[in-house]
């Protein structure tokens, strides 16, 4: 019954964001990317200058001097649900460059119960059955150096690709443009995702979900919508390099994060949300880093109807080594249970690094 009521759910869930624009959709896609990254909180925007700024900001891809790789893992949820990244990125010429960024977000192994009791009502094992429920994205990514001194801009072409078993599927396309410069000492950017909106087009297994409708008495569920539109949003950062004496460094950044729609975010309206976010590292000789963030500033409303705001302290460490880059983080580390940290291991190659001197 309980592998019924969660297929159900699941449905459920497509339902309530299949309809004409939500203010969660495609939200795989905000976790964020890069151990470094999460490690600050996510407030990139305005400093990412590698491979990873394919998915945080193209524009910073101007700065890839050489082919670059990355791959990351992290588990969510108790290790229930699993997050995988590739990338890759290269320059194109001595003003433009180019990446293409993988996604996949699953839950396994879902036991499919459907089946379970036959037509004379006896039980039946064997009759079980399992599927994944699972978001993919890709994402081309092209940045171009502007004549205006120190202004880059950039955008990415993504797919999306949704799954949910046999039961329902989609496909999604949408773009983003992003754009950073550079005063002096401070790095400012500009990103706004689904800038046209992203549309993700459903298709059910109506049979499979007449299986699954009766699993919760009284529930006559209809079919959900087919069309699924992800609303803009725009993130804006600041970032700063402090050198400390001569091999000791500390970057600051700083990003708001802005929906269009009223949120739980610390800061809400009608008309928008916004979420701030910091990051700092403290770097070594360019080879050691030690990161901590604190982001996604909500507002809990408690039993009692009183509220409090609540946030997400993270933290990390990294090692470089001839542009060979090892990096961790622990996110959610205010997380009194545990049931909500997450290790996430990232590791990225230039390969200038193997190049003949």
Same mark, same amino acid.
């Given at each position: 019954?309980?592998?019924?009521?969660?297929?159900?759910?699941?449905?459920?869930?497509?339902?309530?964001?299949?309809?004409t624009?939500?203010?969660?959709?495609? #939200?795989?896609?905000?976790?964020?990317?890069?151990?470094a990254?999460?490690?600050?909180? $996510?407030a @990139?925007?305005?400093?990412?200058?590698?491979?990873?700024?394919?998915?945080w900001?193209?524009?910073?891809?101007?700065?890839?001097?050489?082919?670059?790789?990355?791959?990351?893992?992290?588990?969510?949820?108790? *290790?229930?649900?699993?997050?995988?990244?590739?990338?890759?990125?290269?320059?194109?010429?001595?003003?433009?460059? +180019?990446?293409?960024?993988?996604?996949?977000?699953? @839950?396994? $192994?879902?036991?499919n119960?459907?089946q379970?009791?036959? *037509?004379?009502?006896?039980?039946?094992?064997?009759?079980?059955?399992?599927?994944?429920?699972?978001?993919?994205?890709?994402?081309?990514? =092209?940045?171009?150096?502007?004549?205006i001194? %120190?202004? $880059? =801009?950039?955008?990415?072409?993504?797919?999306?690709?949704?799954?949910?078993?046999?039961?329902? *599927?989609?496909?999604?396309?949408?773009?983003?443009i992003?754009?950073?410069?550079?005063?002096? %000492?401070?790095?400012?950017?500009?990103?706004?995702?689904?800038?046209?909106?992203?549309?993700? @087009?459903?298709?059910f297994?109506?049979?499979?979900?007449?299986?699954?409708?009766?699993?919760v008495?009284?529930?006559?569920?209809?079919?959900?919508?087919?069309?699924?539109?992800?609303?803009?949003?725009?993130?804006?950062?600041?970032?700063?390099?402090?050198?400390?004496? #001569?091999?000791?460094?500390?970057?600051?950044?700083?990003?708001? *994060?802005?929906r +269009?729609?009223?949120?739980?975010?610390?800061?809400?309206?009608?008309?928008m949300?916004?979420d701030?976010a910091?990051?700092?590292?403290?770097?070594?000789?360019?080879?050691? +880093?030690?990161?901590?963030?604190?982001?996604?500033?909500?507002?809990?409303?408690?039993?009692d109807?009183?509220q409090?705001?609540?946030?997400?302290?993270?933290?990390?460490?990294?090692?470089?080594?001839?542009?060979?880059?090892?990096?961790?983080?622990?996110?959610n580390?205010?997380d009194?249970?545990?049931?909500?940290?997450?290790?996430?291991?990232?590791?990225?190659?230039?390969?200038?690094?193997?190049?003949?001197?």
């Amino acid at each position: 019954m309980f592998q019924k009521n969660l297929l159900f759910i699941l449905l459920i869930s497509v339902s309530a964001f299949a309809q004409t624009a939500r203010k969660y959709s495609n #939200e795989f896609l905000n976790i964020g990317v890069n151990a470094a990254a999460l490690g600050m909180s $996510n407030a @990139v925007v305005a400093h990412t200058d590698d491979v990873h700024a394919g998915y945080w900001n193209p524009a910073g891809l101007v700065h890839v001097k050489d082919k670059q790789i990355a791959l990351m893992h992290a588990s969510y949820f108790a *290790n229930i649900a699993q997050y995988d990244y590739a990338a890759y990125a290269t320059p194109i010429d001595s003003v433009s460059s +180019f990446g293409v960024s993988l996604i996949r977000f699953g @839950v396994d $192994n879902i036991l499919n119960t459907t089946q379970l009791i036959d *037509n004379q009502g006896n039980i039946d094992y064997n009759r079980i059955s399992t599927f994944s429920a699972a978001d993919y994205a890709g994402i081309l990514s =092209y940045a171009r150096k502007s004549k205006i001194k %120190n202004l $880059n =801009y950039g955008a990415n072409a993504k797919m999306v690709r949704r799954i949910i078993g046999d039961f329902a *599927n989609s496909w999604g396309f949408g773009f983003d443009i992003g754009a950073q410069y550079q005063y002096r %000492n401070w790095k400012l950017g500009v990103m706004v995702k689904d800038i046209t909106t992203t549309v993700n @087009v459903w298709s059910f297994d109506e049979k499979g979900i007449q299986d699954i409708q009766n699993a919760v008495p009284g529930q006559n569920q209809e079919l959900p919508e087919k069309t699924e539109i992800t609303l803009p949003k725009l993130q804006l950062g600041v970032a700063r390099n402090f050198i400390i004496k #001569e091999k000791y460094s500390l970057l600051t950044a700083f990003n708001l *994060n802005t929906r +269009f729609a009223r949120t739980n975010d610390i800061i809400s309206s009608e008309k928008m949300s916004i979420d701030p976010a910091v990051g700092f590292q403290f770097g070594y000789a360019n080879v050691v +880093f030690v990161r901590a963030g604190l982001g996604n500033f909500q507002k809990i409303t408690q039993f009692d109807n009183s509220q409090k705001t609540q946030f997400q302290p993270n933290a990390g460490i990294g090692f470089q080594y001839r542009k060979i880059a090892i990096d961790y983080a622990l996110t959610n580390i205010g997380d009194i249970n545990g049931s909500m940290y997450s290790n996430i291991f990232s590791l990225k190659v230039d390969f200038s690094a193997f190049a003949k001197k």
